[in-house]
């Protein structure tokens, strides 16, 4: 992670995961660089934006969502979406997530966690578990547990780069190792293992196993799980002249829609729209629309202009564009693709 991505890691490497966008209690991105009007916003953590910019940030309709009595009390107001990336050096768990309303139940109450991984390497061999084997019900998955053997009544294969995998929740899954992957999910940290693959922990002992709690959650109809089919998106509207793009919907559930944009020019981003904009390839540049309405303050736009340009999006960058942001370009610097993660309108 620390090589490909340039994330910075501790002295031992051993680093699975990269928490990008979060707004999950001590768990918390903080803003590198943005503004609002003539203010700097550097150093502000992603909860305190959303305490005090909430509706500005996910838009109305979102911002009385998570207000609603459909999240628990200690779960309202909260950025609905995590966003992070995995280097899988090792098998990651056999394991499932509850989906909301069972994540309501425990104490403290979560949300329910489903989620997508889109493939950025896969080193030969590499492979993913995913969904039940067909004819496998909670009984033979029981047996399969006790004998040891969970993994052999799991649908597993080998994905491609550049293949997206929906996990919701319910899915009994796993990552596995010589994976990096880039995952859109709901705001929850909720996790039961099934099966750790024998591994010893720093303490002597074996990781802990929830096994239990697991098999009350498990969706025992979620068969197998291919990557998913991408659909083409037209955004010839949104294209300055003499610029080409390829955007296709690889995911829309009640929790996120996820995108994969190809570009070479110049776009304008969708408006009143909250995007969260993770870079796989190649390197661009958000561009603010001057004149178009811009929320930035008159004295301190030739900062603003610069200190934007100035920040590259490419492979392991994630930007946050709020609803309420101005209108901006996206600028490829020969060749650029991205995830778009957008809030379902």
Not at 176 to 181: D, F, N, P, T, W
Not at 321 to 344: H, K, N, Q
């Amino acid at each position: 992670m620390g090589d490909v991505l340039g994330k910075p890691i501790g002295p031992d490497g051993r680093f699975a995961e990269s928490w990008e966008v979060v707004d999950h209690g001590a768990d918390q991105s903080t803003v590198e660089w943005g503004w609002l009007g003539s203010e700097s916003l550097a150093g502000v953590t992603l909860g305190a934006l959303m305490q005090h910019h909430g509706s500005s940030l996910i838009g109305p309709k979102w911002f009385a969502e998570i207000h609603s009595d459909r999240y628990p009390a200690n779960l309202q107001g909260r950025f609905p979406l995590l966003v992070k990336w995995l280097d899988a050096q090792q098998n990651l768990s056999l394991q499932v997530h509850p989906n909301n309303d069972q994540a309501a139940q425990q104490t403290p109450p979560d949300l329910g966690k489903s989620e997508a991984w889109y493939v950025a390497d896969a080193a030969p061999g590499a492979r993913v578990y995913a969904g039940l084997l067909p004819g496998v019900g909670q009984a033979e998955c029981e047996a399969a547990i006790r004998d040891g053997r969970l993994k052999e009544v799991l649908y597993s294969y080998c994905p491609e780069v550049g293949d997206c995998i929906y996990i919701p929740a319910g899915t009994i899954h796993a990552i596995g190792a010589g994976l990096l992957v880039a995952e859109v999910q709901q705001a929850s940290d909720t996790t039961y293992r099934l099966y750790d693959w024998d591994r010893i922990g720093d303490n002597g002992l074996p990781r802990p196993l929830q096994v239990a709690q697991a098999l009350s959650v498990a969706d025992w109809q979620r068969g197998p799980v291919p990557p998913v089919s991408a659909s083409t998106v037209s955004v010839e509207h949104r294209l300055s002249p003499g610029s080409t793009a390829t955007c296709e919907t690889l995911v829309q559930c009640p929790y996120f829609t996820l995108q994969r944009l190809t570009l070479n020019g110049r776009l304008r981003l969708s408006e009143n729209q909250c995007q969260i904009l993770i870079g796989l390839h190649g390197s661009g540049r958000l561009v603010p629309i001057t004149g178009g309405g811009s929320q930035v303050a008159a004295g301190n736009l030739a900062d603003t202009l610069r200190e934007i340009a100035d920040r590259p999006l490419q492979l392991g960058s994630s930007v946050l564009v709020p609803y309420g942001a101005a209108p901006m370009e996206l600028v490829s610097d020969g060749g650029l693709r991205i995830l778009v993660a957008t809030l379902p309108e």
